[in-house]
């Protein structure tokens, strides 16, 4: 071992693999700041660094535990409270049930399919009711087996 590096590695080598690494974070720093909108860039122009730019970003719209905790407490409770919107399309209704889904998977929210599918069928609107019971006497709700896909396509 050398003051340089390892004797077996010729100094140019190191260089140029620090030089590499450095190429890496500045293109990991473009490829965050050119995906973010104006207004957003310019509260975060004092990140100079790729890693300083993603946390500031995840401090940003994550938040803190607080924040998190609050937001797991609001989407459990939209989870609850879901429900067929008057005057809207049962398609509009199971878009809104999967972005639903999808925001609680992003947040560590895990539910069982069998709590999934049952909330699914009793948000249905009034109207379905004859349907809803149907399918549920007709699938069995609490295996994994039965999934959101194959639901989609018995409602509709």
């Known amino acids: 071992m050398t003051p340089n590096g390892p004797a077996d590695v010729p100094l140019e080598s190191l260089i140029d693999n620090d030089k590499k690494l450095m190429l890496n974070y500045e293109k990991a720093y473009g490829v965050i700041s050119v995906c973010l909108s104006t ?3 310019q509260t975060l122009r004092e990140c100079t660094a790729a890693k300083g730019l993603w946390d500031a970003l995840v401090e940003k719209f994550e938040g803190n535990l607080d924040m998190k905790e609050s937001r797991i407490e ?10 067929h919107i008057q005057g809207k399309t049962v398609t509009s209704l199971l878009n809104r049930f999967e972005a639903l889904n999808n925001m609680m998977r992003s947040v560590g929210i895990i539910k069982e399919m ?3 599918n049952k909330k699914l069928l009793n948000s249905l609107p009034y109207t379905w009711n004859s349907g809803a019971i149907t399918i549920k006497r007709t699938t069995n709700m609490n295996t994994k087996n039965t999934h959101r ?6 409602i509709i």
């Open 39 to 41: 207004d957003i860039a």
């Open 74 to 83: 609001m989407l459990n409770g939209e989870f609850n409270m879901f429900n």
């Open 114 to 116: 069998s709590e999934i």
């Open 149 to 154: 896909v194959d639901l989609y396509n018995q």
